[in-house]
T-cell receptor, first 115, second 111 residues
Framework: AQSVTQPDIHITVSEGASLELRCNYSYGATPYLFWYVQSPGQGLQLLLK??????LVQGIKGFEAEFKRSQSSFNLRKPSVHWSDAAEYFCAVGAPYFGNEKLTFGTGTRLTIIP | KAGVTQTPRYLIKTRGQQVTLSCSPI?????VSWYQQTPGQGLQFLFE???????NKGNFPGRFSGRQFSNSRSEMNVSTLELGDSALYLCASSADGYTIYFGEGSWLTVV
């Protein structure tokens, strides 16, 4: 069974500082990996996804993530955070075959930005 | 292109009642899935439909059911509501089966 671990429940960073959110997955093969962001009271917005190919993927809002097979990780990064980045971030894993369209989510990391 | 639309956005129900939530997927998307989000359990997969057929089901009791119509719209129903069913219910749709887009959710409070 697939699983996702987000070790950091809550992270606080200063506006303008760099950010890295950690995500580790468990899956027997190369999974499909995703990062979603959720603002308070809202649904989930897809930030980026990794299916195959280049292990560094670019997403929206200036985010990027790097797939590291040897570490079973898919960490999310941003060079300089903005106050509007304050939200909850979820890493998710999906099985790469048609007919299994379900995602397994991590428990999320809440990001607080201080001025 | 309009996103995933869910109705109603907020609702309050009494224990023992039933509730139906509605979801309109992104135009052209044939796969619709539902997730439950609670503070205690996080985001959990409920079920997924494709072309009116349920293809996957999560580990939820039979009180939770769903269906998909020929126009890809979907509904989920929860019967005999319990306090623990209070949650944000998220609908998502997909065109390719892999990239999943979520709606804003329906907030259900059971009192």
């Amino acid at each position: 069974a697939q699983s996702v671990t987000q070790p950091d429940i809550h992270i606080t960073v200063s506006e303008g500082a760099s950010l890295e959110l950690r995500c580790n997955y468990s899956y027997g093969a190369t999974p499909y990996l995703f990062w979603y962001v959720q603002s308070p009271g809202q649904g989930l917005q897809l930030l980026l996804k990794y299916f195959s190919g280049d292990t560094l993927v670019q997403g929206i809002k200036g985010f990027e993530a790097e797939f590291k097979r040897s570490q079973s990780s898919f960490n999310l990064r941003k060079p300089s955070v903005h106050w509007s980045d304050a939200a909850e971030y979820f890493c998710a894993v999906g099985a790469p075959y048609f007919g299994n369209e379900k995602l397994t989510f991590g428990t999320g990391t809440r990001l607080t930005i201080i001025p | 292109k309009a996103g995933v639309t869910q109705t109603p956005r907020y609702l309050i129900k009494t224990r023992g009642q039933q509730v139906t939530l509605s979801c309109s997927p992104i135009s052209g998307h044939r796969s619709v899935s539902w997730y439950q989000q609670t503070p205690g359990q996080g985001l959990q997969f409920l079920f997924e439909y494709f072309s009116e057929t349920q293809r996957n089901k999560g580990n939820f009791p039979g009180r939770f059911s769903g269906r998909q119509f020929s126009n890809s719209r979907s509904e989920m129903n929860v019967s005999t509501l319990e306090l623990g069913d209070s949650a944000l219910y998220l609908c998502a749709s997909s065109a390719d089966g892999y990239t999943i887009y979520f709606g804003e959710g329906s907030w259900l409070t059971v009192v």
